[in-house]
């Protein structure tokens, strides 16, 4: 009877380290070649702050990330402490459940306003400490168990390896508002006072970013509307809802 092969590890799995919850993260697979190839012809056709910036393959990606979480931590901004970091693996402090899921659990309107106004506010304080997250989604975040904290995750991916700071923070509330809409009854009405509130608490430098922004997504934003496909999933609806706004 043939042995069958070893299953390979879970990329991110919850463990218990040094008797606190915790997460372990592994490197992920190596790009396809040919897929790494097509997304890189295709990315070129976009404007720069639009172009997805992937994270470094295998064990670079996990020192990136760790490196920047703990720049991150530095600077007193929410994130999960690394308590292990091997060069093959991380261990991350356990920070909750990801705040998609709590914002998904309640129909309680003025709750799900309370949850993003809190990550809004976290987002704010990473762009006017001089950073950007590059992936801002709720998703990235997490609510501690006290219901009160948000912590930032997934920092394998560094925008401003492929944009300047202004273009990387403008894409950040971009990608934030993008992943709010869902949890709006009236997101062609919300997402204009959640951008209002970002302007008002962020420098004058990023709004021109923001318009600009704006510009390159109308095409896709009236490539959605005519073809009438918003409703296809969330975020083919975020990502219309919020090229209207801007």
């Not at 069958?4 to 463990?15: G, L, N, Y």
């Not at 040919?34 to 910036?53: D, E, K, M, N």
């Not at 306003?113 to 304080?125: N, P």
């Amino acid at each position: 009877m043939s042995q069958q092969p070893d299953k390979p590890a879970p990329r991110v799995e919850r463990i218990v380290f040094e008797g606190r919850d915790a997460w372990i993260k592994r490197p992920e697979p190596e790009r396809s070649t040919f897929f790494s190839g097509l997304h890189r012809v295709l990315s070129r056709a976009l404007p720069r702050v639009l172009r997805p910036t992937n994270a470094l393959d295998g064990p670079a990606a996990l020192r990136a990330e760790a490196a920047r979480l703990r720049d991150f931590h530095a600077a007193g901004l929410p994130v999960p402490e690394v308590l292990e970091d091997t060069g093959q693996h991380i261990v991350l402090s356990d920070c909750g459940a990801t705040l998609r899921t709590h914002l998904r659990a309640t129909s309680n309107a003025a709750e799900r306003l309370r949850l993003m106004h809190a990550a809004q506010d976290v987002l704010v304080r990473v762009l006017l400490s001089g950073r950007a997250h590059g992936r801002p989604f709720v998703k990235d975040m997490t609510l501690g168990p006290d219901g009160g904290h948000i912590h930032l995750l997934d920092l394998e991916e560094d925008p401003c390896a492929h944009m300047d700071l202004l273009d990387a923070q403008a894409r950040d509330v971009w990608l934030f508002l993008m992943s709010c809409a869902e949890f709006h009854e009236e997101p062609e009405a919300a997402l204009p006072r959640q951008l209002t509130a970002f302007l008002a608490a962020l420098p004058d430098d990023i709004k021109p970013r923001l318009i600009a922004l704006g510009r390159g997504l109308r095409p896709f934003r009236r490539i959605i509307g005519v073809t009438r496909t918003a409703s296809i999933s969330h975020d083919v609806a975020g990502a219309y809802w919020c090229a209207r706004t801007l």
